[in-house]
């Protein structure tokens, strides 16, 4: 009776975005602390000159220009993808709207 479920709750802490508080989407992380957001979370927050830091810790490196401090993730992502598969979907499914929305199409 071996136990290989993965506790999601455990390991939603790690792949929530503390801003909007859902999964990460384009995930960053700070180089400094290793927190993540998602990046439009992160960017939109960093456009308030009040932001500098951290929104968990409150540490950055680069107090001028606060982005510089962020990586984008792709193993985060990935991770995140991976454990949770619906959200690929449901990501590239809004995508999908977002663009007919728009009357953009991928063929050119
Ligand atoms: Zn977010
Ligand atoms: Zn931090």
Do not use: W
């Not at 540490?59 to 990586?71: N, Q, T, W, Y």
């Amino acid at each position: 009776m071996s136990k290989q479920t993965i506790n999601i709750n455990l390991l939603n802490e790690h792949f929530v975005c503390k801003l909007c508080n859902g999964y990460l989407i384009d995930a960053c992380t700070i180089s400094e602390c290793l927190h993540s957001f998602c990046r439009t979370c992160i960017v939109n927050y960093f456009k308030d000159d009040e932001n500098k830091t951290c929104p968990i810790c409150n540490c950055i490196s680069h107090p001028a220009k606060p982005l510089l401090s962020l990586k984008k993730d792709r193993n985060l992502q990935y991770l995140v993808y991976k454990i949770i598969p619906n959200l690929f979907k449901n990501e590239m499914f809004k995508r999908r709207q977002f663009y007919s929305q728009n009357n953009l199409t991928t063929t050119t």
